[in-house]
């Protein structure tokens, strides 16, 4: 599968808010895997460095996961990154 990344080079867009919300939680990479594990999505801390970074392509799936552990909508995670 191709892989198409954004003008900006990266791979998501959400990664920003990703790491903006993580970080107003007060919650490390690791910390925010395990609260993601718990309810059903195992991604590791390095998986989380990279979607924040823009490294990784982050499914429809597992941001509802995001949404979940942040308490906001998808649609949120979207916002102000285009």
């Known amino acids: 599968m191709k892989i198409y990344k954004s003008t900006n080079g990266k791979c998501n867009i959400c990664g920003n808010k990703i790491k903006e919300l993580r970080e107003l939680s007060k919650l490390s990479q690791e910390q925010l895997a395990a609260k993601l594990q718990l309810i059903g999505l195992n991604l590791t801390q390095k998986a989380i460095s990279r979607i924040e970074s823009g490294e990784r392509v982050v499914p429809d799936y ?12 998808v ?8």
């Open 62 to 73: 597992e941001l509802l996961y995001f949404a979940k552990v942040f308490d906001v909508t």
């Open 75 to 82: 649609a949120n995670l979207l916002e102000d990154n285009i």
